[in-house]
Every structure is written in structure tokens, then in C-alpha cells.
Nanobody, 121 residues
């Protein structure tokens, strides 16, 4: 069974940093786009950052310049380095990956279980 396992969430004061990790486990053929979304209480889920197979990142305006997404192809892992955290960054963060289980199958978006990030003022 293919799973995305997240780690690295927690509580931090404003101005602090956290690094989230998300590892893909299970049998897959390839991984296309990987990314991170977040959902704060009472708000819609927001796409935070994505990174394609070529390693080119894209960011939401709300976190541009503070967060950095990267991926380790050898270990099927995506990271989100979060710096200069603000209370508005408080949310559950979800990773995702567009996975192909076989070369002849279309990619399927698979989500991690979510990890809580809490930033206090």
C-alpha cells in the first residue's frame, strides 16, 4: 500500500523555524508533482508550495520568501523549510504527491495524514 508519511510539525514562537518532511512509501513507478497545502481552522485548504520532477518550485504569495520546498528523488521525500513563521501560518499542513504505480497508469494524487503547525505570538 502506498502511503505518504509526514513528520516535523510542532509548536514554535513567531519568528521561529520548522522543517516538515513527507516520505512516500510503497511500490511506485514514478512521482510527478509533489507539494504542500495547509488548512487553518474555519478556512479553506490553501496550496502552499509545489515542486515538479525537474525541481522547479512554485509558492503561494503568502509564504514567498519565507518557505522553501525541496525534494529528494532518491528517497521519494519532499520537504518544506519554514522560516520567519507567523501566527497566521498556524494550520494543519498536508503533503501530496502525484504518483504513478505503473508506467501505463495515470498519476493519482495521494495525500499525507497532515501535521499540525502552531505559531504563537
Amino acid at each position: 500500500q502506498v502511503q505518504l508519511v509526514e513528520s516535523g510539525g510542532g509548536a514554535v514562537q513567531a519568528g521561529g523555524s520548522l522543517r516538515l518532511s513527507c516520505a512516500v512509501s510503497g511500490s511506485i513507478s514514478s512521482i510527478n508533482v509533489m507539494g504542500w497545502s495547509r488548512q487553518a481552522p474555519g478556512k479553506q485548504r490553501e496550496l502552499v508550495a509545489t515542486i515538479g520532477g525537474g525541481g522547479f518550485p512554485n509558492y503561494a504569495d503568502s509564504i514567498k520568501g519565507r518557505f522553501a520546498i525541496s525534494r529528494d528523488g532518491a528517497n521519494n521525500t519532499v520537504y518544506l523549510q519554514m522560516n520567519s513563521l507567523k501566527p497566521d501560518d498556524t494550520a494543519v499542513y498536508y503533503c501530496y504527491a502525484d504518483l504513478q504505480r505503473a508506467a501505463y497508469l495515470s498519476p493519482i494524487r495521494t495525500w499525507g495524514q497532515g501535521t499540525q503547525v502552531t505559531v504563537s505570538a
